[in-house]
């Protein structure tokens, strides 16, 4: 497969630092809605900013691919240090057909107010990022892709309740 | 005796067949000028920077045609951000028609192929250098401040070890101090541009030379705010809808420079002026030339 | 999803090495040659400042500058940043063809002493002979360089150097009287982060630190500003350094290119008041591509005085030992920007400081005056 037009990655890179910007809102990305969309909404983010993909030279992400619960790689995720905080993880998830999701309300950074909405992820992947976050400003954030075509941030710095 | 250990190669294989079938040459400019490694040094530093809002970010901030401490910070910024969509603004000091700005305006239409505007309402990516536009601004309009200096904490500390760790620990005593001494002293605050802001509660941080008149429209902004510092090879931003409070004492509320003038070109009331010798007789007029322009006109 | 590979790793690797090569020959008859031939001291400042070999682009980008030092490394900076790097490769001075190699700690090293082809000893006369004019400039490196054993005097005709010549500290080493010193890390600083107070990113500014500046901070460190402390070249050596690579299929060895460079060895004497430390030379070292001198005694010399400085026991620094302020001092691209960023427009920044003053004056207490008055 052909290594991805700069434009494309440019409009890959734009669309995570929106949703990092506004957590909790679907933004779209490159990729158009379908199968394997998630994916490559993913791995587009990863060229863009973090690996060339041939050799791996990006540390700080963690890649989570489709069917893999996320669970277990954001406990594992480094959270950065008090001094270098921005060594947490940034994982990049690929939830791909119909993810599990879990209603929420954020609030934070980024959100006017309080926004009540469906995160495509499970409740253990949020208790265990809970718990990757309990210390600020150390923590990893989470970027979701889906098949639909979009991609939907939660930065380490939105506070996160889970309803019902 | 410095002597080195063996490092392995850094160039990918992909890289270095690219570099075969081009003969080594590379014909004109890159899409957005910088190389695919630069981007992805300055992507990773952001993506960092608005997960945690106000601190710094250290990024391999990369040589570029603007000297440093002309910009070079707030141009890689602009260009890993951008996209080939984008309609983009370039200004300095209020002036669209300033050389520099000129220059890197210039720079990012050539290598990126975007359009440009003067008008802050159309613009969707703003480089800015010491002022935020007088227009209201909206959701998803992406502000890239130019920063000369990055740590707030300079003027309290020179050695930057000194103030990461005063960062890491959130010690701004510091700071508060420095404060205070001027209110004993002089009944006021001497912070005049670049007046320091806590973000989200939590890290002390320089809003770059902006007037303290900009320094609200930061607060709970629609925008998105990032900071490059290519000097000092630090980026950091601040997301939309996020707390930017200045540093003031509970019982001295923040004040902006606000006097009695009006521009003396549009009669605005409401936007930064500068003084205005030109003529024979001393005025004001808005720092911000384009809106000044379409006050004038009726638009 | 996958990338494309390389299809011909041959041929990528002699595309890599013909990148390490400039565009042209080096030895052509062009303007840019001729001015390398004629201001290769020149152009050698702005290659260690630009941190590239490439002595045809550097001779250009003097020329577009019109002479300004400083904005020539500038535009070999920009042009270079956007170069991918290729790989590292490690080099010890021992192993370098040597051009000159002067010993002032010692009369007599082991592999003895070469003056080479230095103007340190010719007498400082502007010289109003339009014939000389054609003659001038060191002769090239790869001209027979003198050979002087002993008495660095007057270099005698055609003797040829040694292939290697041994480091003159191994005495030193040998009888443990070098004090104990950080190793060096090669990060590449262009490309990476590091803290800039270890060694090796310190080394590495050094490197391609502007040279004036390089030059005051040493000699303020020695003049007294930093601790007390008297430096004695162990060792300054210029030699030719080949750059070789493996192929990646056979892993036969090939010389790619090479250049020249020089290095210095400075030994700090000095012994600790607080007595708790053995009495030891703490050695420094400097390197710089091509053949400006006192760009490589500099930082040899900030080197030592800021190795120096780590080993004292309650680690306050003068600026001249603190390897941050060192660093951020001596880059002259950042410096040179900031300090003529000042004729950027500043009307809106100025007034906002104007508003200030003017607001802080008169002090209350004043004003408690007039109204009494």
């Given amino acids: ?164 | 005796m410095g002597e080195f250990t063996d490092v392995t190669p850094s160039l990918s294989k992909r890289e270095l067949g690219d570099l075969a079938r081009r003969g080594g040459r590379s014909a004109g400019y890159r899409f957005a000028y910088l190389d695919e490694s630069a981007k992805r040094d300055v992507r990773r530093a952001l993506l960092k920077a608005i997960c945690i809002p106000g601190h710094q970010v250290p990024f391999a901030s990369r040589e570029m045609p603007v000297a440093r401490g002309w910009g070079s910070g707030g141009l890689q910024v602009t260009l890993a951000t951008l996209v080939a969509q984008d309609v983009v603004k370039v200004y300095d000091q209020g002036d669209d028609e300033s050389m520099n700005a000129i220059a890197i305006r210039d720079l990012i239409r050539r290598t990126a192929g975007v359009a440009t505007t003067t008008d802050a309402r159309a613009a969707t990516l703003i480089q800015t250098r010491h002022r935020i536009p007088e227009d209201a601004l909206h959701e998803d309009q992406v502000l890239v401040f130019q920063v000369p200096i990055a740590d707030p904490l300079r003027i309290v500390d020179a050695r930057p070890s000194v103030t990461r760790r005063l960062h890491a620990e959130r010690d701004y005593a510091p700071i508060w101090l420095y404060l205070y001494e001027d209110l004993a002293r002089r009944d006021r605050s001497s912070f005049s541009h670049s007046h320091p802001v806590l973000v989200d509660g939590s890290y002390v941080m320089s809003p770059s030379p902006i007037p303290r008149h900009d320094v609200p429209r930061l607060h709970h902004a629609p925008f998105l705010a990032l900071f490059g510092a290519g000097r000092e090879a630090i980026v950091y931003a601040v997301p939309p809808y996020t707390r930017v409070e200045p540093v003031t004492f509970e019982d001295r509320p923040f004040e902006t420079e606000r006097g009695e003038a009006a521009c003396a070109l549009c009669g605005a009331t409401a936007t930064f002026l500068v003084e205005d010798d030109a003529t024979s007789e001393h005025r004001w007029i808005c720092s911000d030339v384009d809106h000044c322009v379409r006050t004038r006109g009726g638009r | ?373």
């Fill in chain 1, 1 to 164: 497969m052909a290594h991805p037009a700069p434009e494309t990655l440019h409009a890959a890179f734009r669309a995570a630092l929106l949703a990092f910007a506004y957590p909790g809102r679907p933004r779209r990305a490159p990729a158009e809605a379908g199968a394997g969309a998630a994916e490559r909404n993913a791995r587009l983010v990863i060229a863009a900013a973090f690996d060339d993909g041939a050799d791996p030279e990006g540390e700080g992400y963690v890649f989570v691919p489709p069917n893999v619960p996320p669970a277990a790689l954001v406990a594992t995720a480094p959270r950065g240090s008090e001094e270098a905080p921005q060594d947490g993880a940034t994982i990049v998830v690929a939830a791909a057909g119909d993810p599990a999701r879990t209603r929420v309300r954020l609030s934070g950074p980024g959100i006017d107010g309080v926004l009540e909405t469906l995160l495509p992820l499970d409740r253990d992947t949020l208790a265990e990022r809970a718990l990757a976050c309990c210390e600020p400003p150390r923590g990893v954030d989470l970027l979701v892709s889906c098949d639909d075509g979009t991609l939907v941030g939660l930065p380490r710095s939105t506070a996160l309740e889970v309803v019902g």
């Fill in chain 3, 1 to 373: 999803m996958g990338y494309t590979t390389v299809a011909n790793r041959e041929a990528a690797v002699l595309a890599a090495a013909e990148l390490l090569a400039s565009g042209a020959p080096a030895d052509g008859d062009d303007e840019l040659s001729r001015f390398v031939e004629r201001y290769p001291l020149a152009v050698d400042q702005v290659m260690a400042e630009a941190g590239i070999v490439e002595p045809r682009v550097c001779a250009r980008a003097f020329a577009q500058a019109q002479g300004d030092l400083a904005r020539a490394v500038s535009l070999v900076r920009a042009w270079s940043a956007m170069l991918p790097r290729l790989a590292h490769r490690r080099t010890s001075p021992q192993d370098w063809l040597p051009l000159r190699r002067i010993t002032p700690a010692f009369a007599e090293p082991s592999g003895g002493q070469f003056l080479g082809a230095s103007r340190d000893y010719e007498r400082r006369l502007l010289d109003f002979d339009d014939r000389s004019a054609a003659r001038a400039g060191l002769a090239s490196p790869r001209d027979g360089a003198a050979a002087a054993p002993s008495s660095a005097a007057n270099p005698a005709d055609g003797a040829q150097l040694p292939a290697g010549l041994p480091a003159a500290n191994e005495t030193l080493a040998a009888e443990g009287l070098v004090a104990e010193c950080e190793r060096a890390r090669p990060d590449d600083i262009t490309r990476a982060t590091p803290s800039k107070t270890e060694r090796g990113p310190f080394l590495q500014s050094l490197a391609r630190a502007e040279t004036g500046a390089l030059t005051a901070l040493a000699y303020g460190g020695i003049r007294g500003y930093g601790g007390r402390r008297d430096p004695t070249l162990v060792e300054l050596r210029a030699g030719e350094i080949l750059v070789r690579f493996e192929r990646p299929d056979t892993g036969q060895p090939f010389v790619v290119g090479s250049f020249v460079a020089t290095y210095a060895e400075v030994a700090l004497y000095a012994v600790h008041e607080s007595g708790e430390t053995d009495a030891a030379f703490t050695l420094g070292t400097g390197v710089t591509p091509g053949r400006v001198e006192r760009r490589a005694i500099a930082s040899a010399l900030l080197d030592a005085a800021a190795a120096r400085a780590a080993l004292e026991p309650d680690g306050a620094r003068a600026p001249y030992d603190d390897r941050e302020f060192i660093t951020l001092t001596v880059d002259g691209q950042e410096a040179s920007g900031f300090v003529e960023h000042l004729k950027l427009p500043h009307h809106v920044t100025f007034a906002a400081e104007l508003e200030r003053v003017r607001a802080l004056r008169p002090s209350p207490f004043d004003r408690l005056r007039v109204t009494r008055g």
